[in-house]
């Protein structure tokens, strides 16, 4: 107060009071419209939420947003819904004293069928025939207009073998299987886990968005290969080298493994940040998948240590439920000054 220095870049005028500036009425100035002062600024209540402008385009970064394999597999999962209905209608008719043997195994009061996979410990092998089966509608379902390719993801500049490209290379869209061995020998070889498949799809999908780029079949070994790469590192404590991978694909190089790994990096401007909301979804988004495509996970009948096991867990998560409301309370009785902790366990 008084003093003359100020930390703002430009001080405010100062305005010479008149003698007579006491006397002089009040006289309110009339409201200018938006036209008038030129400003175009929208109030607060037109404006869009920020947070929520780039939600559809980034659902690896965002839980609510939905994921871009599931929403690329919805036309062909209604065609092959519908074949599905007419050819099982056709089977009945055409066999109504002879009906074939259950698809599908439901639960009854006697039994109850669960399957082996959850989202913290995922099934292996159907959760990489699940990721392989995403992909596989990526590359079938991207734009027909084409997007920039870049040439670290060209299989034509960056061979992953000796043997000669064909010419058509980026012609024909690769199978589900061919892509589902392509990722199980990367994962059989280095020895990953199925939470590394999830965490690998996020990373695909991200690229995708944050490089604007599609993945077709000119590109799409070498953008799983570096999604995996760096997929590996990140959630498993240890984690493969660079060279490890040049031991299971023999020919390429660990100076194009590097340059892989930070040209990928870069892409994704070092965001490599999974939230569990975000795992969780592309988890069960998978098995959505999977279900729309007739690719159930193994069901197997609830034995007697199952039950007993899950009736443990579900006893000991209700305690910790009870502890984690008593330690909410905001006073205690100097009676009794002990003070109720509670911990996080994972039960695997």
């Known amino acids: 107060m008084g003093n003359t220095t100020s930390c703002c870049v430009s001080s405010s005028p100062k305005h010479r009071r008149s003698n007579h500036s006491r006397l002089e009425p009040y ?4 409201e200018l419209s938006r036209e008038d002062t030129g400003c175009n ?8 939420n920020i947070d929520d402008l780039p939600m559809e385009y980034n659902p690896s970064d965002h839980p609510r947003a939905s994921t871009i394999f599931l929403s690329k597999s919805q036309t062909d999962v209604r065609e092959k819904r519908k074949s599905l ?3 099982h209608f056709t089977h009945i008719s055409e066999n109504k004293h002879h009906p074939g043997p259950l698809r599908r195994k439901y639960s009854s009061c006697s039994t109850i069928f669960l399957d082996d996979s959850t989202v913290s410990q995922p099934n292996l092998k159907y959760t990489i025939k699940c990721v392989a089966l995403a992909i596989y509608y990526h590359i079938k379902n991207r734009d027909i207009d084409g997007r920039m390719l870049l040439d670290i993801f ?3 500049l960056h061979p992953l073998s000796k043997s000669e490209v064909p010419a058509d290379y980026d012609k024909y869209d690769p199978e589900q299987k061919q892509i589902y061995r392509f990722v199980r020998t990367l994962f059989s070889a280095a020895q990953l886990t199925a939470e590394c498949a999830i965490v690998t799809l996020v990373y695909l999908e991200r690229l995708l968005t944050y490089a604007e780029i599609d993945i077709c079949p000119a590109n799409w070994k070498r953008i799983v290969l570096g999604a ?9 404590d240890q984690a493969v080298w660079n060279v490890d991978y040049c031991q299971i694909l023999k020919d390429i190089t660990v100076e194009d493994m590097n ?7 870069e892409l994704l401007q070092f965001n490599i940040n999974v939230p569990s909301s975000v795992y969780a979804k592309y988890y069960f988004d998978l098995r959505s998948l999977a279900e729309a495509n007739n690719l159930s996970f193994p069901l197997e009948p609830l034995s007697r240590d199952k039950a007993q096991k899950l009736e443990a867990i579900a006893r000991l998560c209700d305690k910790y439920k009870d502890v984690r409301k008593l330690a909410k309370k905001r006073s205690v009785s100097a009676d009794n000054l002990m003070v109720v902790r509670w911990c996080p366990a994972i039960i695997s």
């Open 154 to 156: 060209d299989e034509k």
């Open 27 to 30: 006289r309110p100035e009339p």
């Open 41 to 48: 600024l929208q109030h607060i209540s037109d404006r869009e």
């Open 85 to 87: 209905y007419i050819n």
């Open 228 to 236: 995996i790469l760096l997929a590996s590192k990140v959630w498993d």
């Open 259 to 265: 340059e892989l790994e930070r040209q990928f990096l």
